[in-house]
């Protein structure tokens, strides 16, 4: 059976993790906000309705694609084609090329940053593997100018924050919808961990500073998961409403 990544790479292990994901999540969701484009996402009234949901949705299918058989991953993307066509039709006009690519680019991003927060340096060999992975999802929806290989990916990466970003209305909409359904406690989380993994143009456009107290906690966490006591912290920091979900994510030991 052909899987859309191979059952030895290094994705599956970084997609295979609620740690990792979680992670993903928390950097994406400050990104997002940034991104120059999110008005389509306010377009439905789905993003600022359960923002947590909606990127949550987001993170399950890209999971769903890296750990799919190929035919299945293939009809997992051309479904997130599709549904985005439908949106375009409904709004009179369509999703700028470099709006898909950000999304794409995050994706990369976080799973490398996250992965190495957690576990360890990733090899170059594996860092083109992750870009390989990702650069196959957007060559299925038709995406323009991708780059060739990771380092090209890292160069057009910076090009691209620093053109496509910017903190705007919706950039404080959605925080402040982030705090109301999570909590200010598990809002304070979210954005301490965002501190750890987001680029430094996502964290200069935040006014985000560099000191931050979640680092110790980090070390005690990792220890943490050595003695199984990480079932613990985690059922503290989950909402409620997603801890079913996101149990179900942890499938790499």
Do not use: C
């Not at 057009?156 to 200010?184: C, N, R, V, W």
């Amino acid at each position: 059976m052909e899987f859309f990544v191979d059952r030895q790479s290094v994705v599956r292990k970084i997609w295979g993790k609620i740690d990792t994901i979680l992670f993903i999540f928390a950097g994406a969701a400050a990104e997002f906000a940034l991104n120059k484009a999110v008005d389509w996402l306010y377009f439905t009234g789905r993003l600022p309705a359960d923002p947590i949901g909606r990127l949550f949705s987001t993170v399950m299918y890209a999971r769903q694609i890296v750990f799919s058989e190929k035919e299945k991953a293939l009809k997992a993307i051309d479904k997130i084609t599709s549904i985005h066509k439908g949106v375009e039709t409904n709004r009179g006009s369509q999703i700028p090329d470099w709006a898909y690519r950000d999304v794409l680019f995050m994706l990369i991003h976080y799973s490398v940053a996250s992965f190495e927060l957690l576990e360890r340096k990733l090899s170059d060999e594996e860092k083109e593997d992750v870009f390989d992975v990702f650069y196959r999802l957007g060559s299925r929806m038709s995406l323009s100018k991708l780059p060739a290989n990771y380092a090209a990916w890292k160069r057009q990466h910076e090009e691209q924050m620093q053109e496509d970003l910017a903190k705007s209305e919706f950039t404080i909409d959605l925080f402040k919808q982030y705090k109301k359904h999570l909590g200010s406690f598990r809002y304070k989380i979210l954005l301490e961990s965002q501190k750890l993994v987001i680029p430094e143009q996502v964290r200069k456009l935040m006014g985000f500073s560099r000191i931050n107290w979640v680092t110790p906690l980090l070390s005690f966490y990792k220890f943490s998961r050595l003695i199984h006591m990480d079932k613990l912290f985690k059922s503290l920091l989950l909402p409620p409403a997603y801890k079913n979900q996101i149990k179900e994510l942890d499938i790499v030991s």
